[in-house]
């Protein structure tokens, strides 16, 4: 390496050091501004919780910092100064106390799924990611065991990122395992196979909405885009996910949903023109269903002989809107376009 290259890898370093005690006060400020379920949020429910002194809170606070600057490094993919993050966050891990309970879970639950993310998305290595995904579930545990009641949004989203690892991997039905725990417990008005009913830990209207709609579309937009391959194997991912549900739903499922869900699994069985019927007569392409359910659906019905002459003029209205502004597809290649029917190709 010359001079320059040296200085500009130097800079790197610079530029996410985590040692800024300005760093810590802006940090400490995002206490009282963090109003939705992000990692900030859950982080300072966190520290809430814990009620530490202020040598531990600012142990915690360098932590989520560490974790928070090895996220963007990954993100902006620049292995070095990830490696460089891994090591200060492996020499944090040595450094705890396990029998201090409460400290070992707080710190492991902040640390742990960087360590995860960083395996998963800059390595592909799934094996250490799947470690240190299983190991977080048991930190998200124990703090909820003891009281933390905000780690339930913790507990899901491991959820579906280990469902993402395996499907990843090609471990289809153990993805396909970890993605239906989630979508059971997120539209049953039971606990499930978690430790309380999900609407005890909402705190605002149209929170459920918005939380239901990212898991069902984390879950199913990978193994809906290999769909059309109609590869059967991926039919079978999403049938194993969503058949034979039996659960009550929460009041909170509307009935847009429900339709949706119907023709999703009547498409996915086999029964496609029982299903393209029904789709026909509900509107479900609104913004109360998921786009990846829509997309597929969508999809399906445009695979169908004659199905633009059976497709009413309001409904040609609502799958336009969707084509345009959901899936971003622009005025030229839209398959229904302003309720006349352009060239598939």
């Given at each position: 390496?010359?001079?320059?290259?040296?200085?500009?890898?130097?800079?790197?370093?610079?530029?996410?050091?985590?040692?800024?005690?300005?760093?810590?006060?802006?940090?400490?400020?995002?206490?009282?501004?963090?109003?939705?379920?992000?990692?900030?949020?859950?982080?300072?429910?966190?520290?809430?919780?814990?009620?530490?002194?202020?040598?531990?809170?600012?142990?915690?606070?360098?932590?989520?910092?560490?974790?928070?600057?090895?996220?963007?490094?990954?993100?902006?993919?620049?292995?070095?100064?990830?490696?460089?993050?891994?090591?200060?966050?492996?020499?944090?891990?040595?450094?705890?106390?396990?029998?201090?309970?409460?400290?070992?879970?707080?710190v492991k639950s902040i640390l742990n799924p960087v360590l995860a993310y960083y395996h998963y998305y800059l390595n592909k290595d799934y094996d250490n990611a799947q470690k240190y995904?299983?190991?977080?579930?048991?930190?998200?545990?124990?703090?909820?065991?003891?009281?933390?009641?905000?780690?339930?949004?913790?507990?899901?989203?491991?959820?579906?990122?280990?469902?993402?690892?395996?499907?990843?991997?090609?471990?289809?039905?153990?993805?396909?395992?970890?993605?239906?725990?989630?979508?059971?417990?997120?539209?049953?008005?039971?606990?499930e196979s978690f430790q309380f009913p999900f609407s005890s830990v909402l705190s605002f209207e149209g929170q459920y909405q918005s939380i239901l709609q990212s898991f069902i579309n984390?879950?199913?937009?990978?193994?809906?885009?290999?769909?059309?391959?109609?590869?059967?194997?991926?039919?079978?991912?999403?049938?194993?996910?969503?058949?034979?549900?039996?659960?009550?739903?929460?009041?909170?499922?509307?009935?847009?949903?429900?339709?949706?869900?119907?023709?999703?699994?009547?498409?996915?069985?086999?029964?496609?023109?029982?299903?393209?019927?029904?789709?026909?007569?509900?509107?479900?392409?609104?913004?109360?269903?998921?786009?990846?359910?829509?997309?597929?659906?969508?999809?399906?019905?445009?695979?169908?002989?004659?199905?633009?002459?059976?497709?009413?003029?309001?409904?040609?209205?609502?799958?336009?809107?969707?084509?345009?502004?959901?899936?971003?597809?622009?005025?030229?290649?839209?398959?229904?376009?302003?309720?006349?029917?352009?060239?598939?190709?």
């Amino acid at each position: 390496m010359n001079e320059s290259q040296i200085i500009e890898y130097l800079h790197l370093f610079e530029k996410y050091t985590p040692t800024s005690e300005k760093e810590l006060e802006e940090s400490k400020e995002l206490e009282s501004n963090h109003k939705n379920y992000d990692s900030g949020h859950i982080f300072y429910a966190l520290l809430k919780y814990v009620r530490p002194t202020e040598e531990v809170r600012e142990k915690l606070i360098y932590n989520y910092i560490l974790s928070e600057k090895l996220f963007r490094v990954c993100k902006e993919k620049e292995p070095n100064v990830s490696s460089y993050f891994v090591d200060k966050i492996l020499e944090q891990n040595n450094n705890l106390d396990p029998n201090n309970l409460l400290d070992y879970h707080s710190v492991k639950s902040i640390l742990n799924p960087v360590l995860a993310y960083y395996h998963y998305y800059l390595n592909k290595d799934y094996d250490n990611a799947q470690k240190y995904m299983v190991e977080l579930l048991d930190n998200i545990d124990f703090l909820i065991d003891h009281g933390f009641e905000d780690g339930m949004y913790m507990k899901i989203e491991q959820y579906l990122n280990i469902s993402k690892v395996y499907f990843n991997a090609g471990k289809y039905s153990e993805s396909a395992l970890f993605a239906r725990e989630v979508i059971r417990y997120l539209m049953s008005n039971e606990k499930e196979s978690f430790q309380f009913p999900f609407s005890s830990v909402l705190s605002f209207e149209g929170q459920y909405q918005s939380i239901l709609q990212s898991f069902i579309n984390g879950i199913l937009s990978k193994a809906i885009g290999k769909i059309d391959t109609l590869d059967p194997l991926h039919n079978d991912y999403l049938s194993s996910i969503f058949d034979n549900f039996n659960i009550p739903y929460n009041d909170n499922i509307n009935p847009y949903l429900k339709d949706s869900l119907d023709i999703f699994l009547l498409i996915l069985n086999g029964k496609q023109m029982d299903g393209i019927e029904k789709s026909i007569k509900s509107n479900i392409f609104n913004k109360q269903v998921p786009t990846s359910i829509q997309h597929f659906i969508l999809a399906n019905m445009l695979n169908f002989q004659n199905v633009f002459q059976l497709i009413p003029s309001d409904l040609k209205s609502s799958i336009y809107a969707y084509q345009l502004n959901e899936l971003n597809i622009s005025t030229s290649k839209l398959r229904i376009n302003d309720f006349t029917v352009t060239s598939m190709n």
